[in-house]
């Protein structure tokens, strides 16, 4: 029976690893690609024991650390890449999939975005949204944000994520909305009653997709309004978005208006263009985790298993999208890594 072999660690996590690259998104699956690909992954792997069944995948999974098997992540991503540098992007993420039966809360991820490198540095679970203001500070505490701009949505507009923020050696734009009602009534109020003469403006139009938007970034260091401005450490400037977007076949017009709060002592255009670069996370980390990868589809619902997996998807995303020398799509180059072994090996040895 499979549960008295012994099997390596590193051997389950690399056809772990190596089966969702190609595809696979069951312990099922994973357990087949390994059998599948037996002779091909001997070449790396020692396999003593052969391939684990499913549930060994399953147990083994379930029983490992997720502090220890994020650890291990944050390390592997900080010898991959250079220094980051850029928009740190931070936000939140259920694992909808996750959630039991009788069970209505699902594991919620905080994870972090380099937008320059397209890669995901780390992340952390909570119970719940909520607890995101709790969660913020860990992830922060072991990523290296150093001469970085990080972004947050309203969620971390706190001033001790602040505080955090500019003790690692980084920038803060912070969103601002109604969870901060009386931080956010004084920007709006700046915006109104301050001196234009205290202003700078930046306006950008993009089209494309069938719309195309207009958007004004306009900053002001006029912080005279803000009551608890000493709290919010290094702040230096306010920001308010004004976003208009026209959908050319319906012909609706669509007007935003979003506030930030920002140590950032830049240009209207590059605080916008670090605003602006905040969805990448959504755009091309969530997203692809989601459709590409089937995240939110997963029904690991043994929460250590759910969580170490979701550390998988990522380290194989990391692996796809920075793997420059094929130019084709994510799905694409995950379809040639699972009927050509060369490069699939090139994948693995990233």
Request: proline share 1%; charged share 30%; with cysteine.
């Amino acid at each position: 029976m499979d549960r008295k072999k012994l099997h390596l660690a590193e051997d389950i996590v690399y056809i772990t690893l190596a089966a969702v690259i190609c595809g696979a998104d069951t312990w099922e699956d994973i357990s087949q690609f390994g059998r599948s690909k037996e002779d091909f992954l001997k070449q790396t792997l020692s396999l003593k024991h052969g391939i684990p069944s499913p549930d060994t995948f399953n147990r083994f999974f379930a029983v490992l650390s997720p502090d220890v098997f994020e650890a291990n992540f944050i390390s592997w991503v900080k010898e991959i890449c250079d220094k980051n540098t850029g928009v740190i992007a931070i936000d939140g993420k259920a694992v909808r999939g996750s959630r039991k039966q009788g069970n209505k809360s699902a594991i919620h991820m905080v994870g972090a975005f380099a937008a320059a490198n397209g890669l995901a540095l780390g992340q952390v679970k909570t119970n719940q949204k909520s607890n995101e203001i709790t969660a913020i500070p860990e992830l922060l505490k072991v990523l290296d944000i150093e001469g970085c701009i990080v972004t947050i949505d309203a969620m971390g507009c706190q001033t001790k994520i602040a505080q955090k923020i500019i003790e690692k050696g980084a920038d803060y734009i912070l969103a601002v909305k109604d969870n901060q009602k009386e931080l956010h009534t004084e920007i709006i109020d700046t915006f109104r009653f301050s001196q234009k003469d205290k202003m700078a403006v930046h306006e950008s139009v993009d089209a494309g997709h069938g719309r195309v938007e207009t958007r004004v970034c306009t900053i002001t260091d006029d912080l005279s309004l803000l009551s608890d401005a000493g709290k919010w450490q290094n702040v230096s400037r306010l920001v308010k978005i004004d976003s208009t977007r026209f959908l050319k076949a319906s012909k609706e017009t669509q007007q935003e208006t979003r506030y930030y709060i920002t140590s950032c002592k830049l240009t209207p255009e590059k605080i916008g263009a670090a605003i602006r670069s905040h969805w990448s996370i959504e755009n091309q980390l969530h997203w692809q985790l989601d459709v590409s990868f089937g995240e939110d589809k997963s029904r690991k619902r043994d929460r250590n298993a759910a969580e170490n997996y979701s550390v998988i998807l990522r380290m194989a995303l990391n692996i796809v999208k920075n793997e420059k020398t094929t130019k084709r799509s994510v799905k694409g180059k995950r379809l040639k890594a699972g009927w050509d072994n060369e490069y699939l090996l090139k994948l693995l040895n990233f």
